[in-house]
């Protein structure tokens, strides 16, 4: 089977500085593949050079086995669902239509795409009645996220990529869309790139996880590899998962 | 007050509308799409705002004596004055449109783009409602302008209220001098709330 994503001795920079060097790895599908760093590590510009919002400054990103520098930019961005920390949703748009926006660009007719955009708001547990009429800004931040996710749904993509995408929510609609996301992951079966700098989210979400450190990646494993492995970098996030709090009550 | 007067007062503010509209017209028609082309093209920014600024810091009394001498756009009459009017208006039209377009939030543009969204539709979609309400503020402003400027066209045979201020400050006749200069500020008055309501209308957000 071809890897969905495949990463090619992939650098990048951004202006006059390096971000990426010599990034190459694969997501195959049905897994999420987590990237984990922290602020600066480069793992927002890796996924931005899966659906060529950045263009590598050496190597490839294969989408199923071709080169984003290949494909039809606008085909190939239609097919991967993006979702970003504070949503990016359209603010002139109601929660409809910014969910049936990728349907309505590819020239669905108006009741596909009504049927369409109910069934994502139900999937997300925003029931259309209630929120489908509604402007962005009449939305909770937790509400917003959900309407990204439904809106990167939209026309049924194979893959997903996911920017810190619980990053700005409070600690407990955090936990209620990450257990969403793995529900909704089992019941739709997406292949997902997920990038945060929240260890214990990359062990939640993640079915593997990926480790970038100054724009390279320094371990890729599974969860278990992950907890045993003796990287320094990886070690530094295993010290955040410690429960220093108990030892001071 | 003589009802020749009256008549006159009526038909000088319709000449006056007619320069005002007229001018605002071609100018939107000629800014907008260069501002838009300017967000495509940055390092052209300097250029067309730099001549737009400079356009706008020319007295007005002297840029219309500029374009008497030459040729097409120049001589005596309205369409030298129209001329006059389009250059003063650009630099407003032009900075909003391109202020309001750049301002567009840049994590709804690049999610935008992320969606599959061309060029064409980005513009249309996302970067026009959005900045709409700046682009409509560039209109009212440069309108009100004009409305002010409009009068000077009187003196290269433009017409419009500028006739009365001209023939006013000619005889020492404040009623004259009043003539044009009230249906002139009213006209602006009038400009102002009805854009800024049309501003409030539209704004998508």
């Known amino acids: 089977m071809t890897p969905l994503v495949s990463f090619r001795k992939v650098s990048a920079r951004i202006g006059q500085k390096d971000i990426l060097y010599d990034l190459s790895f694969d997501v195959e599908p049905g897994e999420t593949l987590v990237l984990l760093g922290r602020s600066g590590s480069g793992k927002t510009t890796a996924l931005k050079t899966v659906n060529s919002l950045l263009v590598p400054s ?34 002139h748009f109601t929660v409809a239509a910014n969910v049936g926006l990728v349907s309505r660009l590819e020239g669905w007719q108006p009741g596909d795409i009504d049927a ?73 079966k997406k292949t997902a790139l997920l990038v945060t700098h929240d260890v214990r989210e990359a062990l939640l979400l993640g079915t593997r996880i990926g480790v970038l450190h100054n724009g390279r990646l320094v371990f890729l494993g599974t969860r278990a590899e992950f907890l045993a492995a003796q990287d320094q970098e990886v070690r530094t996030f295993h010290t955040c998962l410690e429960e220093k709090w108990k030892e001071t009550i | 007050m003589s009802s020749a007067l009256m008549r006159d ?7 006056h509308l007619f320069l005002v509209s007229f001018s605002m017209t071609i100018a939107a028609a000629l800014a907008i799409p260069t501002a838009i082309v300017l967000t495509r093209h940055s390092f052209l920014q300097p250029w067309v705002l730099g001549f737009a600024n400079i356009m706008q810091t020319v007295p007005s009394l002297a840029l219309f004596g500029f374009l008497i001498p030459l040729p097409f756009f120049g001589g005596i009459g309205k369409h030298t004055a129209i001329v006059a009017l389009v250059l003063y208006a650009l630099l407003p039209i032009l900075r909003n449109t391109l202020i309001g377009i750049l301002k567009v939030n840049p994590t709804v543009r690049e999610s935008a783009i992320a ?91």
């Not at chain 1, 026309?155 to 407990?172: H, N, Q, S, T």
């Not at chain 2, 007062?9 to 000449?15: A, G, V």
């Open chain 1, 58 to 91: 050496a190597g490839d990103v294969l989408i199923e086995g071709i080169p984003t520098t290949v494909w039809d930019l606008i085909r190939l961005r239609r097919r991967i669902g993006y979702v970003i920390q504070d949503a990016g949703l359209f603010p």
């Open chain 2, 115 to 205: 969606m599959g969204m061309t060029g064409r539709q980005l513009l249309w979609e996302v970067e026009l409602p959005l900045a709409t309400r700046t682009i409509l503020t560039g209109l009212r402003i440069a309108t009100v302008t004009t409305i002010g400027t409009a009068t000077i066209a009187a003196a290269i045979g433009g017409g419009g209220l500028g006739v009365f201020i001209f023939r006013g400050l000619a005889s020492v006749d404040t009623t004259l001098l009043l003539a044009g200069a009230v249906p002139a500020a009213m006209i602006a008055l009038a400009a102002d709330r009805g854009l800024g309501w049309v501003e409030h209308k539209l704004s998508p957000v």
């Open chain 1, 116 to 188: 369409r955009v109910q069934y994502l708001l139900n999937q997300v547990g925003l029931p259309p009645a209630q929120f489908a009429a509604r402007y962005p800004r009449e939305l909770s931040g937790g509400q917003r996220q959900r309407v990204g996710v439904a809106r990167a749904l939209a026309a049924d993509p194979p893959l997903l990529l996911l920017d810190e995408p619980f990053g700005a929510l409070d600690p407990v609609t955090r936990v209620q869309l990450q257990q969403q996301f793995l529900d909704l992951r089992s019941r739709l």
């Open chain 2, 9 to 15: 007062i009526l038909d000088l503010t319709l000449e």
